[in-house]
């Protein structure tokens, strides 16, 4: 009888603890949020469509593109879905864009809602740009590394890897994104001709509280290879891709070829040997 009365006050012990690190009360989410509001009322907010919201951001998924190897029509087609054409409260409220929520690294401000779980906590960030830097410093986790290995042009592949990597719970969510992909067209600025224009073409808003300067994290696994001093720009190529290859950071490679920018073309010889 001990024993059992012992097992039922630890179990209620761990139980609540186990709630009081998952779960927040309605009162201080709502609290919470009502802040989070304040320093960002909306009031320069103009709903977009579709073809707005592509308009506006793909100059930025293009710069990501070329900084980190993420196509481009990926990141827009999860910016359109999962912010709902950039609509939805948590894009308008709280600048997240790609539904990121918050883990235990996360040192800036959450915005509570209802998802998997009663009050979710989801990172804020203080502009789209910011969310957009986060997605794809998000990708660079261990359990999407495969997705790097895939050609830049193969969305289908991507839109696969991501679900099979754990972003998205939905049965659907590959043929949602390719589906966005292929009615926009978003697979046109994965091509390495169209990167140059695009960049040249948008006025991108600067970036803020993630300098171009961050290190794209590397592949252990993958080692340089002594034997080629030089390599060649193929089709479907990033600084990204081509660093990752070497056992490079992307800086390690602009600086080898004093590369100010990202873009890179078709043809193109790179040192890729310190």
């Not at 006050?9 to 509001?37: D, M, W």
């Not at 589906?179 to 697979?187: A, H």
């Not at 950071?249 to 073309?265: E, Q, T």
Request: charged share 20%.
């Amino acid at each position: 009888m001990r024993k059992t009365i012992y097992l039922f006050i630890g179990l209620a012990f761990f139980t609540s603890c186990s709630a009081h690190r998952v779960t927040v009360s309605n009162r201080a989410a709502k609290q919470n949020n009502r802040h989070v509001r304040q320093q960002n009322d909306g009031s320069n907010y103009t709903p977009l469509t579709s073809l707005q919201y592509i308009d506006r951001y793909k100059a930025i998924a293009i710069q990501e593109m070329n900084s980190y190897g993420i196509p481009a029509s990926i990141t827009l087609a999860q910016g359109l879905f999962e912010s709902g054409n950039g609509n939805g409260e948590l894009a308008r409220v709280a600048n997240n864009h790609f539904g990121i929520k918050s883990t235990p690294s996360w040192n800036g401000n959450v915005y509570y809602k209802d998802d998997d779980n009663k009050n979710d906590a989801f990172r804020v960030y203080s502009s789209p740009e910011e969310s957009f830097r986060d997605h794809s410093l998000f990708l660079m986790r261990k359990n999407y590394t495969p997705l790097f290995d895939l050609d830049i042009t193969d969305y289908k592949g991507w839109c696969r890897g991501l679900k099979k990597a754990g972003y998205a719970t939905n049965p659907n969510y590959p043929s949602i994104l390719i589906g966005i992909i292929e009615k926009y067209n978003l697979q046109q600025y994965d091509n390495p001709g169209h990167k140059q224009i695009e960049m040249k073409t948008q006025d991108p808003a600067p970036l803020t509280g993630h300098p171009d300067s961050i290190v794209a994290v590397r592949d252990s696994a993958v080692q340089p290879n002594p034997g080629n001093k030089t390599y060649t720009v193929k089709q479907g190529d990033t600084l990204y891709n081509i660093s990752k290859r070497f056992g490079l950071s992307v800086d390690d490679l602009k600086s080898l070829n004093n590369l100010d920018g990202s873009a890179i073309k078709i043809g193109q010889v790179l040192v890729v040997v310190k």
